[in-house]
């Protein structure tokens, strides 16, 4: 598995780590089941972590992320991007949103710069009941539609783990 790696400072004393995972061909040919002749067609898991989870981070961190992200995303014309929010504790001034719930919302804002800019589909995984559920997402252009159900299929499997 290829992985490229950024981190992000707020010259606060925290940082964003971002992690892109690329799946090798086995991966996607055996695991996934994508057809070989679609076999061309990168999967990217986006794996997002703060160093020190208890201090807060400033919003030009995230609004960096997402530049750089769409960056990858423009470079990687063959990619679906796929990203599982995390569950773990979260300190925001938000107490009405569930961790999960927030991040998803801070990324689909942040996101939603991008899209009509690079024509970027998505494909919303949500499992659970409210107040229990994982949210995941699957970036996309329109030539992967072949197999974009594969992937969210497989986003839905690794959420319910």
Wanted: charged fraction near 20%; proline fraction near 3%; aromatic fraction near 14%.
């Amino acid at each position: 598995m290829e992985t490229i790696e950024n981190t992000f400072s707020d010259n606060q004393g925290n940082h964003l780590m971002v992690a892109l995972d690329f799946y090798d061909n086995e991966y996607k040919h055996q695991i996934l089941q994508i057809p070989e002749e679609l076999n061309n067609f990168e999967i990217v898991d986006i794996n997002i972590g703060k160093v020190f989870v208890d201090k807060p981070i400033h919003y030009s961190v995230f609004f960096n992320m997402c530049s750089w992200l769409e960056m990858q995303f423009n470079a990687n014309d063959n990619a679906i991007f796929t990203y599982i929010c995390s569950i773990e504790e979260l300190e925001t001034n938000h107490d009405d949103f569930e961790p999960q719930m927030y991040r998803w919302t801070l990324f689909d804002k942040l996101f939603q710069r991008s899209s009509f800019r690079l024509n970027i589909n998505t494909q919303d995984i949500i499992v659970g009941p409210t107040g229990f559920q994982s949210f995941g997402r699957a970036f996309y252009r329109d030539k992967h539609t072949p197999i974009i159900h594969i992937v969210a299929s497989y986003l839905k499997e690794k959420q319910q783990l």
